[in-house]
């Protein structure tokens, strides 16, 4: 039988390039700026668009396709951003300007379209049901200042593993299975306090670069 993902609404794919340059990850942050500005533009734009899905759920239960492409857009936007930037820094690919899909690109993200979305949740789950994820997010993101959290575990550890390839020429691959898990949560987090599914995240850390399949039922 096929094999289904632990969380389908969400899935968050990575594959680790190499060889990586041992010294672009300096200036990957000063070469993405083009990115920064035009995505500044496009999450103000995500924000007016899911303040008008929250009322079209809560009339209609349904988030608009239109409104809920464009949102999937900047997410997959943000996400290959961050991959090269900042966030894992796994390959030397630059990102496309491009809201689509882009399957050759080596960090990938896509959000299952939910034909109906509960009008009560729609309600609570962006602010009160999520406050648990908040508080485990703000940790791996820097959102909790002081010592070293302040630049995010996330962050702390992506920098570990570029110095490491600085020296040795390699990316440490447990590294890269950690910081993708993380990201991955933190993308599990987003879709779901952005109205896109009604499915709640697990609190489970799936390390690797690939969403982690669920075992198939044993005999019975």
Same mark, same amino acid.
């Given at each position: 039988?096929?094999?289904?993902? /632990?969380?389908? =609404?969400?899935?968050?794919?990575?594959?680790?390039?190499? =060889?990586?340059?041992?010294?672009?990850?300096?200036?990957?942050?000063?070469?993405?700026? /083009?990115?920064?500005?035009? %995505?500044?533009?496009?999450? @103000?734009?995500?924000?007016?668009?899911?303040?008008?899905?929250?009322?079209?759920?809560?009339?209609?239960?349904?988030?608009?396709? #239109? %409104?809920?492409?464009?949102?999937? $857009?900047?997410?997959?936007?943000?996400?290959?951003? !961050?991959?090269? #930037?900042?966030?894992?820094?796994?390959?030397?690919?630059?990102?496309?300007?491009?809201? &689509?899909?882009? =399957? $050759?690109? =080596?960090?990938? %993200?896509?959000?299952?379209? /939910?034909?109906?979305? !509960?009008? &009560?949740?729609?309600?609570?789950?962006?602010?009160?049901?999520? @406050? /648990?994820?908040?508080?485990?997010?703000?940790?791996?993101?820097?959102?909790?200042?002081?010592?070293?959290?302040?630049? $995010?575990? +996330? &962050?702390?550890?992506?920098?570990?593993?570029? @110095?490491?390839?600085?020296?040795?020429?390699?990316?440490?691959?447990?590294?890269?299975?950690?910081?993708?898990?993380?990201?991955?949560?933190?993308?599990?987090? +987003?879709?779901?306090?952005?109205?896109?599914?009604?499915?709640?995240?697990?609190?489970?850390?799936?390390?690797? &670069?690939?969403?982690?399949?669920?075992?198939?039922?044993?005999?019975?």
């Amino acid at each position: 039988m096929t094999l289904q993902s /632990p969380y389908p =609404p969400v899935r968050v794919t990575a594959t680790l390039e190499a =060889p990586l340059s041992r010294w672009l990850w300096l200036v990957k942050w000063i070469l993405a700026i /083009p990115h920064y500005i035009v %995505l500044a533009f496009l999450w @103000i734009a995500f924000l007016v668009v899911s303040v008008i899905a929250f009322f079209a759920v809560l009339f209609t239960e349904r988030y608009p396709r #239109a %409104l809920f492409d464009f949102n999937l $857009g900047v997410l997959r936007w943000s996400w290959r951003v !961050s991959y090269y #930037a900042y966030a894992v820094m796994g390959t030397d690919r630059y990102p496309p300007f491009s809201l &689509g899909p882009e =399957p $050759g690109y =080596p960090a990938r %993200l896509d959000v299952a379209y /939910p034909e109906r979305l !509960s009008r &009560g949740l729609v309600l609570v789950k962006w602010w009160l049901l999520a @406050i /648990p994820h908040y508080l485990v997010i703000a940790f791996f993101t820097g959102a909790v200042h002081g010592g070293w959290s302040s630049i $995010g575990l +996330t &962050g702390l550890l992506a920098l570990i593993a570029v @110095i490491t390839l600085a020296f040795t020429a390699k990316y440490p691959r447990d590294l890269f299975d950690l910081v993708v898990g993380l990201n991955r949560w933190v993308l599990r987090v +987003t879709a779901y306090a952005s109205l896109m599914t009604d499915e709640y995240p697990p609190f489970r850390l799936d390390l690797g &670069g690939d969403e982690p399949a669920a075992a198939a039922p044993g005999p019975g």
